[in-house]
């Protein structure tokens, strides 16, 4: 007898905002939309760059499941020795073979193994890394026979890399996101082979904002070129991202639901 499994996956988490929105608000949430497995975003988690043990451990034991990070996974001093004693946290698999940490992670509801995976863009990034590409074909190739889901997460600036990634992947895994921007999309769907796509869950913390920062320093820099400190913001807390419902018979994603609460 199959069941349906619902999996909120939720975009960059900006700062001591989002820290404290999960720790206060994630239970309930989970809850209310009946949310079996949370998975979350946290390269932002700690002052808007980076993530520390601590704040890892912190948003883990507020519920969520597993943690993704990205193009600022090692902004944070000493958090490439920390990474290597957090299970539940994937670091991206297209960076060199020679760092520290998971390039792939897996938890497991009612009997069911889920896969999560990570990959950097390689367009208008700062940070090198190789072929997203042939990086989620190795994770195919060594990792996709050992889960009864996969999903993967592109993390890109330009948005056609991450469309291109979701074309080039359907029916090959459960579901694709992307993220990095702190824009929503509004382009959610199943592609035709079964894969369950948006271009960016969007953010989670203060959308009274530039992408999470101060909204002042931002605009003097824009407008004259003057070094500011960008500092995270604190007004118009929301939690972005999506829920996936996936048939635990097919293993594919029957349903995807953008996800936006306005928190405070």
Known sequence: MSYLLKILYLGDLVGRPARECIVKNLSGIKKIYDIDVIIANAE???SGAGLTREHAEVLHCAGIDLITLGDHV?????????IEDLEYVCRPANLSMGCPGRSFIT??????????????????????ASCPFEAMERILQNNGGDVDILLAEIHAEATSEKIAFGWNFDGKVTGIVGTHTHVQTSD???LPNGTAYITDLGMCGPHESVIGREILPVLHNMKFGMPQKFEVA??????NGVILTIDSHSRLATKIVRFSERMS
Not at 74 to 82: A, I, K, L, V
Not at 234 to 239: A, F, G, H, M, Q
């Open 188 to 190: 959610e769907r199943i």
């Open 74 to 82: 090692w902004d944070r001093h000493g958090f490439e020795r920390d």
């Open 44 to 46: 932002n988690a700690t």
């Open 107 to 128: 938890s497991i509801k009612n009997g069911i193994k889920i896969g999560v995976c990570i990959f950097l863009g390689q367009q208008f990034m700062k940070i090198h």
């Open 234 to 239: 604190s007004n118009d807390i929301r939690l």
